[in-house]
């Protein structure tokens, strides 16, 4: 048995990686060159965000912020989407990463499959497949040569796309070659996938201000809104020629509201990675994760996931970890450590993990340790919710592990250990 995975035999060195190292040899030697393999400009990060990073470090923000982006940070994004591009985002679709490269990574990772296909036009950044391969799909290369203007035309879409086609990754204006879609050439992609339901988009908008001459950029959840609902809008700061920010930069995704999945994921206060929450300790409800469907149709997927030291408090301080509404949830091998529903005073604090109601709550092989809340240490269940539980491990959490409304234990528990356990099944 070998000790590197399998998934890394399925990728190559980053080119980019190579031509930045080659290019930093040759004028260690001397030679005078000119890299083109980076997205950097070749001047420094402008002054006033100097100055702003350093008045943050005075102001002491050096400590764990949101997941998944500071509010006020949030906001901007929202007016931004709103002020440029025409779209209508709320703060809880919008999550911020530490580059572009790692939101494109955690949406793939968390919605594709082995077997799946991912439809890549050609030219296309050099990370593009790699990451398609390392989730285990497969990356369909669409080559559009110059005769096509590099650019993907809707009779090539509509023959690349099978039944296996999870996603669409359309890059504008591109890297390498700088081909940008006019409005009308979005619409005539848009329409293409429009009649492939089963086909999402996934927008990469990184370069949208580096248009020139009198182009007008457009995204195509702006041209079609009916693909609101099935587009990933990518966009950032990291290569942006106005902001020039190496470093300080993020990623920005942001999608409808509906089904969410999150897998090997931590949401927690003191960790950063791939997840959703929801308005926190602010709103009081769903210190970590708010999910909410009030048609009752969408589904709430958490798996192999770590859900920590978050808290709901205030008025309704429900749901410590995760606060659901609607839907059904589906929770398997994931860790809930000290979480907390309380509002100072635990004069609620329905939930410490988990507070849900009128939906469908099921969980397994999952460990909830350590969380607290007055009504419900662990669970939370209003009269309208049913809750199914198989296999879970209990221990130290403060107060009664599962309370619904009238106060009584899960109807359809099994081996549903009470509070304290000492013994129970271990999660795998």
């Known amino acids: 048995m070998g000790f590197f995975a399998d998934s890394l035999n399925r990728i190559q060195p980053s080119a980019t990686i190579a031509v930045s190292t080659k290019a930093r040899q040759l004028k260690a030697q001397g030679r005078d060159i000119i890299s083109l393999s980076a997205g950097e400009p070749d001047f420094d990060t402008p002054q006033n965000i100097k100055d702003a990073a350093k008045r943050a470090l005075d102001e ?51 919605t594709v499959n082995p077997g799946d296909e991912v439809i890549i036009p050609a030219p296309y950044w050099v990370s593009y497949p790699d990451i398609v391969l390392l989730t285990g799909a497969t990356p369909v290369i669409v080559p559009c040569g110059i005769d096509a203007g590099f650019k ?15 996603w669409l990754i359309l890059n504008s204006p591109s890297n390498p070659s700088g081909a940008a879609y006019s409005r009308a050439e979005l619409k005539a992609v848009t329409d293409v996938l429009m009649k492939h339901k089963h086909v999402w988009l996934l927008t990469d908008d990184m370069y949208e201000h580096l248009v020139y001459d009198d182009f007008k950029f457009s995204t195509p959840a702006e041209v079609e809104p009916s693909l609101y609902e099935r587009t990933l809008t990518l966009n950032g700061v990291t290569v942006d020629g106005n902001t020039a920010t190496q470093g300080p930069g993020g990623g920005i995704a942001s999608g409808a509201r509906g089904n969410l999945t999150i897998i ?62 609607g839907g059904t949830a589906t929770i398997q091998r994931t860790h809930f450590v000290s979480n907390m529903a309380s509002n100072g005073a635990f004069s609620t604090g329905l939930g410490g993990a988990i507070a849900h109601g009128n939906g469908t709550l099921n969980v397994s092989f999952s460990r909830f340790i350590g969380n607290a809340g007055t009504n419900g240490a662990a669970i939370w269940q209003s009269g309208g919710g049913t809750t199914t539980a198989n296999d879970n491990w209990w221990g130290a959490n403060g107060g009664p592990v599962f309370m619904d409304l009238a106060g009584t234990p899960a109807p359809t528990a099994t081996r549903w250990p009470p509070s304290p356990a000492t013994t129970g099944s271990a999660m795998p």
């Open 152 to 166: 993907l035309s809707p009779a090539a879409l509509d023959a690349a796309i099978t039944p296996k086609t999870k």
């Open 60 to 110: 002491g923000k050096t400590k764990y912020t949101d997941v998944d982006g500071i509010p006020e940070l949030k906001a901007a994004i929202v007016a931004k989407f709103k002020r440029e591009n025409g779209l209508d985002y709320k703060p809880s679709q919008i999550s911020v990463g530490t580059g572009g490269k790692q939101v494109l990574f955690n949406a793939l990772m968390a």
């Open 264 to 325: 090997n994921s931590t949401i927690s206060n003191n960790t950063a990675s791939s997840s959703a929450p929801g308005p926190g300790a602010s709103a009081g409800t769903g210190g970590g994760i708010d999910f909410r469907d009030q048609g009752g149709t969408n589904t709430l997927n958490i798996t192999n996931s770590t859900i920590s030291g978050n808290r709901a408090a205030w008025t309704n301080d429900a749901g410590g970890g995760l606060f659901i509404s």
